[in-house]
């Protein structure tokens, strides 16, 4: 039953993409944080990577608790990856990189299943016959419009919403 729970809940969000973008903002926030002589050789220049590598665990994070915001999430994943390359070590040591990039395309790609659509059947009540309110059969007293001379047929109309066409 938990293995049913994890299943579905793993299925319905960008789950993979989010791992790969949680993994790679370890990466690349891990580096910097080495012991403190390195830390302090390093300077001002181990700050964007942990900015980078927090910044990833979070759009990760995003995509796994808030799966309408992965368009945005793999876009910025997909950028602050590519922007390591250059302000952190390589993009830490092009693993962090390659990983960002990768989830980061996984989480834009996904999509949810849609739910299968019932088929509709006719209800025993719908009328076939052409019956108004008051019980009468024959017409509803509505006419269809005749079509102007110079309007294609109605199977080969072509629907523009800002009625540039004739």
Do not use: Y
């Not at 903002?25 to 012991?35: H, V």
């Amino acid at each position: 039953m938990l293995l049913n729970r994890w299943r579905r809940w793993r299925r319905s969000r960008p789950f993979w993409g989010g791992l790969l973008a949680v993994l790679a903002g370890a990466e690349i926030c891990a580096l910097p944080l080495a012991p403190l002589k390195v830390m302090l050789q390093q300077g001002v220049a181990g700050i964007p990577s942990v900015l980078m590598g927090a910044v990833m665990i979070v759009l990760g994070l995003t995509a796994w608790f808030a799966p309408a915001q992965r368009g945005l999430a793999g876009v910025l994943t997909t950028l602050v990856a590519t922007a390591a390359l250059v302000l952190s070590n390589l993009g830490g040591f092009l693993i962090g990189t390659l990983l960002g990039i990768l989830g980061g395309g996984l989480m834009f790609a996904w999509q949810p299943h849609a739910a299968a659509a019932a088929p509709v059947r006719p209800s025993p009540t719908d009328a076939t016959d052409d019956t108004d309110a008051a019980g009468t059969t024959g017409t509803t007293g509505i006419t269809p419009a005749p079509p102007h001379d110079n309007a294609p047929s109605r199977s080969t109309r072509h629907h523009d919403p800002q009625g540039a066409q004739p």
